[in-house]
């Protein structure tokens, strides 16, 4: 949904998080278009920068959380944002209108993954799971694990994996299509966050 709120421009020399491939416009670049003239309080620097980005930057960042271009593009024709809450609420709006193809499509970009710390008896178990279930539903388990202490991750995952495999076909669809966009959600605020990036560390794109 577009931001209707004004907001002020990025400090001039500030660059957006680390890793998604916008940087801040210099002092005196044109506000994009589309925007409102900035007022008000400050943007976070990488929501600054995310806002001000080219849309081919700001689409090739948003990938990186939701493998849907069309989710990206919708996210990113939207901008300028006030607030880091205003592009989350555009990103569930947006991953609510997905079909079932677009979910299966961001699904296949999903890999298992292996908690830290994890022995060589749990990752055994844990790829025996995973294998289990994509057999079941032909693509990879996903769960968001974000707010779970990592000494819990494996057992939590494990635990849900078991619970879901004994789930019908169409229901798991609706159950993995809302752990992508709680996944989304976390890896946008990291993404956007003022300070450095926090690293991707599950599957393939991260928690």
């Known amino acids: 949904m577009p931001a209707s709120a004004p907001h002020a421009a990025p400090a001039a020399g500030t660059e957006g998080a680390a890793g998604t491939g916008v940087a801040a416009p210099p002092a005196g670049a044109a506000v994009p278009t589309g925007a ?33 271009r069309h989710w990206a593009r919708r996210l990113a024709a939207h901008r300028p944002y006030p607030d880091l809450d205003a592009l989350l609420a555009a990103a569930d709006e947006a991953s609510y209108d997905l079909a079932p193809g ?31 279930y994509e057999s079941r539903f032909g693509h990879a388990f996903v769960l968001c694990l974000d707010g779970c202490p990592e000494g819990e991750r494996l057992d939590r995952t494990l635990a849900a994996i078991r619970a879901r495999l004994g789930g019908e076909p169409d229901e798991e669809r609706l159950v993995a299509a809302d752990e992508l966009r709680r996944l989304a959600r976390g890896r946008l605020t990291r993404l956007l966050a003022s300070g450095p990036a926090t690293p991707r560390a599950n599957g393939r794109k991260g928690a």
Request: a negative charge; proline letters at 9%; one cysteine or more.
């Open 36 to 68: 409102a003239v900035p007022t008000g309080a400050a943007v976070p620097a990488g929501l600054a920068a995310f806002n001000a980005a080219p849309a081919a930057d700001a689409e090739r960042a948003l990938l990186g959380c939701l493998d849907d």
């Open 102 to 132: 677009a979910v299966a499509g961001a699904l296949s970009d999903e890999a298992a993954a292996l908690p830290p710390g994890a022995g060589p008896a749990e990752r055994t178990a844990l790829r025996a799971a995973h294998a289990a």
